[in-house]
């Protein structure tokens, strides 16, 4: 695989980099946090208007781009670069790949060219308890005449308060394990559905709680076949893994810089604090932590390219379950390490209201745990490698 970027994609890279310097500095992201929905939503509007992100990846025949996940990589790690406060995480790595892999040509056609365009956020739901595996679907899906009857609980709902398409899973009563899971794809007004934002660590990115309470759904809410659909949401969450690493490796990034920024101003024994042998050491760990994280991100971009082309190497996609494991593991430990240092080399300011490294300490613990911790994803690696076989194949 070819790892330099193309003239394209570093000409997406640098206007990703440069108009996110404007709109997303350290000022905005505070007014953003303290919004009602989490986000400035004239800037959201910008970032479909004017810059197309949604769109990136969402094939061209449904109002989309057409480019890869490498692009979308791409403007993920600015994004983390800058704690963007927007739904496009939510948007673009849980409800778009969702309708990709499981939804029917109906339900793409009717959705996707909505969100290429702006005019419609998403999300995914699926989990109940604070876990990332099958059973962690717990809402229960019963079919009623020519629709589906929805009942449970949904927790840690990225942007879950102000999507306008819900993904939600859910299982068929009596059901346990990987069987029995569905996924339905609705507008989240729609009647029985109750959403209560959640109090977060992480200010910058909102989750919600989802309560449904016999929410019917027409037969064209269900994507694919009833109680099939565990495989394509292994792979959706796989994607998430990959697109949320890409975002840590930019959040790296971004601490590594603020802190060398600030030893080179701050004077010490009269002399900046960044020519003291020691410091400059744990300055140069932080860097090799980031450059072993781009490298995970944006292989694991690639596998993921792979995949969701039509022409894709199917060998090469096999690869996906590990490298989108790889890469959580490696991204979350390095931004949690690089935050964690930053506030150190800070000092006392580090943990002050004023300086942000407090912000980029906060995302980093919070997407550690989402979708898995490392040492999650670390036991399905050493899993696979004990069977001899792709990830996430029964032996």
Partial sequence: MEFAFSDEQEMIRASAESFLADVSDSAAVRAAMASEHGYNRELWQRLCGEMYWPAIHIPEEYGGLGLGYVELAILLEQMGRRLLCSPFFATACLATPALLLAGSERQKADWLPRIAEGSITGTLAFTSANRWDAETVQATALAEGEGFVLNGTLNYVLDGHSADLLIVAARTPGSTGE?????????????????????????????????????????DCLMGELGTAWPQLERILQLACIGLA??????????????????????????????????KHRAADMMLQVECARSAAYYAACVAQELLDPAGDAQVTTELPLAAALAKAQCSEAFFHCAAESIQLHGGVGFTWEYD?????????????????????????????LDEQPLGEQP
Avoid: C, W
């Fill in 179 to 219: 069987a029995g899971v569905s996924l339905f794809a609705l507008a989240a007004d729609s009647v029985g559905i109750e959403r209560h934002a959640l109090p977060t660590m992480d200010q910058t990115r909102r989750q919600a709680r989802l309560q449904l309470n016999n929410v019917y759904l027409g037969a």
């Fill in 246 to 279: 890409a975002e840590q490796t930019g959040g790296a990034q971004q601490v590594l810089d603020l802190s060398v920024a600030y030893m080179q101003e701050r004077q010490q024994f009269g002399r900046p604090i960044a020519s003291f042998q020691a410091l």
């Fill in 357 to 385: 490294p407090h912000l980029y300490f906060k995302r980093a613990r919070a997407t550690e745990s989402f979708l898995g911790a490392p040492a999650l994803h670390r036991e399905r690696i050493a899993v696979a490698l």
